[in-house]
């Protein structure tokens, strides 16, 4: 057997790969963001990292009913919704690093086939892809950064695309220095219900798919609806060649936010610290912020109710991090927050009333295309007639634009000319610089912009700041040529780009609380830190309810 040999490139950080078999959907990413809290709470410096399978360059140009709703960075990466988790749990910003599909790794390989940078090899998975995969997994290490990178490998075990990422995984343990490296595997014990147990059997079948392809875990988490019993536990160990206190116990939690001090209850972060011999943590994880969090989520004084209007409401996981934020702002105001979603394409002039019955706020919520414009249009409209707290996203913005136009201004022809090309009141229009693109991925306004927010306004009081930075996923924007026609009836652009002057924020003067932004507020919202505009939103509605 040839020696061992370190990567001469490789880090002092440690590497962590979580895997998932049995079935997808498990809680990879929970799980990840769950121990990486952990071990930051410790005083390690950690992050995490998602590898996905698919051709995708990225999530951008992808249906949220095909993958959820399309995370975006600071730096302008279209992301998966894991990097959302990531930072809502460690509260530390990801990049375009964090985030890398197949897609990514052969466009990288082709692209450098062209160029001749092969020298006349056959290009091929092994060597040419599992290498490149390699060398991302270890750029975060390699920064000097963190001790400790998390990689979380997308799909299932088994799956015919994530095979480069697991051998790539194989490979690089292989690599790494001894104790430098581990795997952790994600597996369902499902509860048959004629027989009255949990099973085992399928956890072993992926173990061995795993083994197959040469990773052995190092530790099993599995899923599970009832607590596992010590004799199962002893099963699972001697069946899948793990220790038994590497058998960790995943139950269901009422709450993901719950799922770290479950984690810590298992000793999951001790196993991970024992394993890669980490040097210099704390005894035991300072916690005190992530109770008090969960202490104020779990024993609300208030209760509201916001109506959350979208196209994409069948699938909870396309608006995430806005149902997340409500989450952070609720607790913040120990208030227990339901989000009743309504699906767009319902609503008319003739069924808002009804529909928004009963209340306290509405959330218009981002989208692209016409489908369910009108109803937005609608709905906008009855709370700017109703008084009732209104908070408007990215499109959410340009439909109230729209709406004030229609209905304060006269414009009765008023749209964007994303939905009606021909408006003769374009208040909505494409940028200039978006007017040439033909190609629809990574092509729109993305990442952070800053934002100017006028003293005194709304949104200026809900930040405590005037100098603000927002993420950005859009192609269309308030069209200035309208400004001084809007301020003048009492729509106030009350956030501007300080480059472009472009409007970010719009509110109205003489409104309870009516504030939309052109940015993506719900990106930025942590447990450590709830969105202002989010936590002012609510306490409005709070306010609302109290009448």
């Not at 390690?44 to 698919?54: E, H």
């Not at 780009?497 to 930025?524: I, M």
Request: hydrophobic share 35%; proline share 5%.
């Amino acid at each position: 057997m040839p020696d061992r040999t370190p990567t001469p490139t490789a880090a002092t950080a440690k590497y962590i790969f979580v895997t998932g078999g049995v079935t997808s959907s498990l809680g990879k990413g929970i799980i990840s963001a769950s121990l990486a809290k952990l071990l930051q709470a410790r005083g390690f410096r950690v992050t995490i990292q998602k590898f996905d399978p698919y051709i995708n360059i990225d999530p951008g140009t992808l249906n949220p009913y095909e993958h959820g709703e399309c995370y975006v960075t600071d730096d302008g990466a279209e992301t998966d919704l894991d990097l959302g988790h990531y930072e809502r749990f460690l509260n530390v910003p990801t990049s375009q690093a964090n985030n890398v599909t197949t897609g990514r790794i052969y466009d990288h390989v082709i692209t450098k086939e062209r160029e001749g940078a092969y020298l006349g090899k056959t290009v091929q998975v092994v060597p040419h892809i599992t290498d490149e995969i390699k060398r991302r997994m270890l750029l975060l290490g390699q920064t000097g950064q963190f001790d400790v990178v998390i990689t979380e490998i997308g799909g299932s075990i088994g799956d015919i695309e994530s095979l480069p990422f697991v051998e790539s995984v194989r490979q690089l343990r292989w690599d790494l220095p001894e104790n430098s490296s581990l795997v952790i595997h994600l597996t369902l014990l499902p509860y048959l219900k004629a027989a009255g147990e949990l099973k085992t059997k399928p956890t072993q079948h992926s173990v061995r798919d795993l083994r197959s392809a040469g990773l052995q875990p190092d530790i099993l988490v599995c899923r599970s609806e009832y607590p596992i019993p010590a004799e199962m536990r002893r099963k699972i160990a001697l069946f899948c060649n793990v220790n038994i206190n590497s058998v960790i116990e995943s139950l269901d939690a009422d709450s993901i936010y719950s799922v770290p001090l479950l984690m810590l209850k298992e000793h999951l972060d001790e196993r991970v610290i024992k394993k890669l011999k980490l040097q210099g943590g704390a005894a035991q994880p300072d916690l005190d912020v992530w109770k008090d969090f969960l202490g104020r989520l779990k024993n609300p004084t208030e209760e509201v109710t916001i109506a959350l209007v979208g196209k994409y409401v069948e699938l909870p996981d396309a608006y995430k991090s806005i149902i997340e934020s409500f989450v952070h702002a609720g607790a913040q105001n120990e208030c227990k927050v339901t989000v009743r979603s309504i699906q767009s394409d319902h609503l008319s002039a003739e069924n808002v009333a009804q529909q928004l019955h009963g209340v306290d706020g509405v959330l218009v919520a981002p989208g692209f295309g016409e489908r369910g414009f009108e109803g937005k249009i609608a709905a906008v409209k009855y709370v700017r007639e109703n008084n009732i707290p209104f908070f408007g996203i990215c499109l959410g913005m340009q439909v109230a634009v729209v709406e004030f136009g229609r209905h304060v201004l006269g414009l009765a022809e008023a749209s964007s000319t994303e939905m009606n090309p021909q408006t003769p009141h374009p208040v909505i229009a494409m940028m200039e610089e978006q007017k040439t693109v033909t190609l629809k991925g990574g092509t729109m306004r993305l990442g952070a912009y800053d934002c100017e927010l006028r003293r005194g306004s709304k949104a200026a009081k809900a930040y405590g700041r005037n100098h603000i930075s927002e993420r950005h996923r859009h192609r269309y924007e308030f069209n200035n040529e309208y400004l001084k026609q809007y301020e003048a009836a009492g729509m106030i652009p009350s956030g501007l780009n300080p480059d472009t002057g472009l409007v970010e924020v719009v509110e109205l003067a003489n409104h309870p609380w009516f504030v939309a932004g052109q940015f993506h507020p719900e990106l930025k919202s942590t447990v450590q830190n709830p969105h202002p505009l989010f936590v002012r939103f609510v306490r409005a509605a709070i306010q609302y309810r109290k009448g």
